[in-house]
């Protein structure tokens, strides 16, 4: 590069180059300590590139793929991502794309050698569609930011890229409850008041599971009958202070406001008075919890962690966690872990989980006249099917009547036996 000048100075090399004069006077950066001549010259034309392109740092277009992916999860992924997704992506990149694709340069890789691979991770694998659409989006987000954002390539060969057509695919895992389904759980449970109560509060709202455990006492308010969906819990690996943290929705969209049924109310309010029950008999021994502000190296605030509050420190705030144990403590959404092992192998309810009673939710409420833009919202959804966004629209009265719908074609002995949550003074 001709731009670089090399000079020997006593038994080093140094590099040389002009840069933009600052006040009309003539600047220079300037490097010296290199062994080599070949150093030097190699060393002073990544400087040059940096300096051109405003002080990004230089990717050589030799880069491995692999080499590449560690980059983009580090400098775009970590910054615009959540958590629960930047470990969703390097899953799929461990597992699925290094060892196909990673040993090759980023420069070299091609659409057609993109397109063959995709067709092979199909038809050798029997993922469910989503996990499928997963790994696409993986490749065209890492090779789109490679040509538009950092310019390491000057052609995006996943821009096209697109699932084959298969005959036969294997549908996502969904379950649709029926009442006697629900019926026989909350019978089974009905000694475990956390685990019914988290169990109907998703049933009854459709939220997701991280939203439902994120909840608070002060986003319930009895008196407006409305739940403020405003959280999401997600788990990071464990260490002295536990591994739960609390963050924003998983969209823009998932911050929402929804109504409290009468019977799902009912639930919480007798639950609420349970819990403070329970807190006067630990007394002392019963476990609180505090948000703990995270910050990086510059001070700035990234995350908020669930702590124990003996083990927090002296700024943090006192957080009111509805789902915990008779004692305060607090399981995040492994509350659902055990009782979900044994709805599957000793009530033989196959297939089922707990995140199925957000869709049964939207399913019974859509079969019985609520309108799907309405459904979408109550769900914290931005997108539907193109034909409903364009012609429906949603209202707070239709929204309010959508709660009751449901609140009416799910009432049963059992719920409303199990949401007394009686206190035994015995």
Not at 177 to 189: G, R
Not at 243 to 268: D, M, N, P, V, Y
Not at 288 to 304: A, C, D, L, P, R
Request: glycine letters at 6%; aromatic letters at 12%.
């Amino acid at each position: 590069m001709a731009s670089v000048g090399i000079k020997k100075r006593g038994k080093v090399y140094q590099y040389q180059f002009e840069i933009a004069p600052v006040n009309g006077q003539r600047k220079w950066i300037t490097k010296s300590g290199f062994k080599t001549k070949a150093e030097a010259e190699e060393e002073g034309n990544k400087a040059y590139t940096e300096y051109l392109n405003a002080g990004v740092p230089f990717k050589e277009c030799k880069t491995s793929y692999t080499d590449y992916l560690d980059y983009w999860l580090n400098n775009y992924c970590k910054t615009n991502l959540k958590y629960n997704t930047i470990q969703a992506y390097k899953n799929i990149i461990e597992k699925h794309i290094i060892p196909k694709l990673g040993k090759y340069r980023l420069s070299t890789i091609t659409s057609v050698r993109l397109n063959s691979y995709i067709t092979e991770i199909v038809e050798e694998n029997d993922f469910a569609p989503a996990y499928f659409k997963n790994i696409l989006k993986v490749l065209k987000g890492s090779f789109r930011d490679a040509c538009d954002i950092y310019g390491f390539i000057k052609y995006n060969p996943a821009r096209d890229l697109r699932l084959p057509r298969f005959d036969k695919r294997r549908e996502d895992v969904k379950h649709l409850y029926t009442q006697k389904e629900i019926d026989l759980i909350l019978n089974k449970f009905a000694d475990n008041d956390t685990f019914t109560c988290v169990f109907l509060t998703s049933c009854y709202t459709g939220m997701r599971t991280g939203e439902v455990c994120a909840l608070t006492w002060n986003d319930i308010d009895f008196e407006k009958e409305t739940i403020n969906i405003e959280h999401n819990v997600y788990d990071k690996p464990k260490d002295d202070k536990g591994r739960w943290f609390i963050g924003t929705t998983k969209t823009e969209t998932g911050t929402r406001k929804i109504h409290l049924s009468q019977t799902l109310k009912i639930a919480l309010q007798n639950y609420k008075r349970k819990q403070d029950y329970l807190k006067k008999i630990y007394g002392k021994k019963y476990i609180y919890y505090h948000i703990e502000n995270v910050t990086n190296q510059s001070g700035k605030v990234v995350e908020h962690r669930i702590v124990r509050e003996e083990l927090s420190n002296k700024d943090s705030e006192r957080i009111d966690l509805i789902f915990t144990k008779e004692n305060g403590l607090y399981l995040g959404t492994d509350i659902t872990r055990t009782p979900f092992k044994i709805i599957h192998n000793e009530l033989g309810i196959k297939k089922c989980r707990f995140y199925d009673l957000r869709g049964s939710y939207a399913t019974k409420i859509l079969n019985n006249g609520v309108e799907i833009r309405d459904v979408a919202d109550l769900l914290g959804h931005k997108n539907i099917e193109t034909t409903e966004n364009f012609y429906i629209s949603s209202t707070e009265n239709s929204r309010k009547y959508a709660t009751e719908i449901f609140d009416s074609i799910s009432k049963s002995e059992t719920i409303n036996k199990i949401i007394e949550y009686k206190i035994d003074l015995e």
